[in-house]
């Protein structure tokens, strides 16, 4: 296992729990005092789900190349996490209209990177589906069954 995957999952981690315990990593979270509404006690959330959503990307991609892949997926990641964090919040900490527009403009930002992504990845030949027979590639008297007489010529 590479370097970046054994950080990528330690960055995971800890964006689960700094996530779900902001009061304990002040300095990721800005969680030094009580939050004044329950806006504030879910952005604080959210800033732990980043770094989680940081940690998901270094574990999902191990190479930059080819870019066509590796950003769109970085930003799939990026962003499942800081979701992630944000329903959390919004559970624990009470629902905000204005966060749940968040939810959408997120969950939009994904479907556009998993879009992209689903564009540029080529359907590798395993996946691909057999060319199916078309009306002019079997003309009458086309078939594999042997001709009249067993097959031998005269």
């Known amino acids: 296992m590479s370097f970046v995957r ?11 729990v700094a996530a ?12 030094s005092a009580p939050a004044p509404d329950a806006f504030e006690a879910v952005e604080r959330r959210v800033r732990a789900g980043m770094v989680l ?9 191990p190479t930059l190349r080819p870019w066509s892949t590796s950003i769109p997926t970085a930003i799939v990641y990026f ?9 959390f919040g919004l559970v624990i900490d009470g629902a905000v209209p204005k966060q749940w527009f968040l939810v959408a ?15 540029r990845t080529p359907v590798s030949p395993a996946h691909a589906s057999p060319p199916q027979p078309t009306a002019t590639d079997a003309g009458p008297g086309d078939s594999d069954a042997p001709p009249e007489g067993g097959g031998r010529a005269g």
Request: charged letters at 5%.
């Open 6 to 16: 054994i950080a990528g999952i330690a960055l995971a981690a800890l964006g689960v």
């Open 20 to 31: 779900i315990f902001p009061h304990w990593f002040p300095p990721l979270t800005g969680a």
């Open 53 to 61: 959503g940081v940690g998901l990307a270094l574990v999902a991609v």
């Open 79 to 87: 962003v499942t996490g800081a979701l992630v964090a944000r329903l």
């Open 105 to 119: 403009v997120e969950a939009v930002v994904m479907v556009v990177a998993a879009g992209w992504l689903w564009q």
